[in-house]
């Protein structure tokens, strides 16, 4: 699911973008079928940041040497979204509003006022394009803000865990069981201006876990 704060929101296309399904128009949540989303106009160059590099990788987990990402997520169609990160900061923290999950964050510069989302349908490549601006949260001026979040259920199960693996070309056992994350004190508490938009996240929603990350 892709779901951008109202606040955030400076235009809209005249139509849904493609390979976008509303949800819910007054929260400007959309289910996503096959696309592929980037920031315009971003600078290339993804740096990873010192919270980031503690969050459990997949390839760990898989205790192999090179964990692959089959190509059929992407070619045949079967991914829900691909995010294109070329650019910006990547960085973890935790959520002490959700038992201290773990959220991964980019955050990429932009040099215009209202930078632009970009979407495009990956099975034909017709493209929209979502205008973002700043706003005041809860009295707070934040830079504008994007989740990617799973749809189904309100609390996590152990499905999500072996979901994520199967984004790869190894597949775990099927008795294995979700990994311990580890210690996660390496990883930074969220923020206030973090918290202040974790707040506002659709009902009946969560980010989900895989209790890793890829690669």
């Not at 704060?5 to 096959?34: C, Q, R, S, Y």
């Amino acid at each position: 699911m892709l779901y951008i704060p109202n606040e955030f929101i400076h235009e809209l296309p005249a139509e849904t973008p493609w390979g976008l399904e509303v949800l819910d128009p007054e929260a400007m949540t959309w289910k996503m079928h096959g696309v592929q989303l980037y920031i315009a106009g971003a600078e290339p160059g993804l740096h990873p940041q010192p919270s980031f590099e503690q969050v459990p990788s997949l390839t760990d987990r898989a205790k192999v040497l090179s964990l692959q990402l089959d190509p059929r997520v992407v070619m045949n169609g079967c991914a829900a979204a691909v995010v294109d990160m070329f650019a910006g900061d990547i960085d973890a923290y935790r959520n002490p509003l959700a038992g201290d999950a773990v959220h991964v964050a980019l955050n990429v510069p932009s040099a215009s006022d209202f930078p632009e989302l970009v979407i495009s349908r990956m099975w034909d490549a017709k493209t929209s394009r979502i205008k973002l601006k700043s706003a005041m949260v809860h009295e707070t001026l934040l830079n504008p803000t994007i989740f990617v979040m799973n749809t189904g259920t309100d609390s996590d199960k152990d499905i999500d865990f072996f979901l994520h693996y199967l984004v790869t070309t190894w597949t775990p056992p099927g008795n294995q069981a979700p990994p311990d994350p580890g210690n996660v004190n390496g990883i930074r508490t969220a923020t206030p201006q973090e918290l202040l938009l974790l707040q506002d996240t659709p009902a009946g929603l969560t980010f989900g876990c895989s209790n890793s990350n890829y690669p």
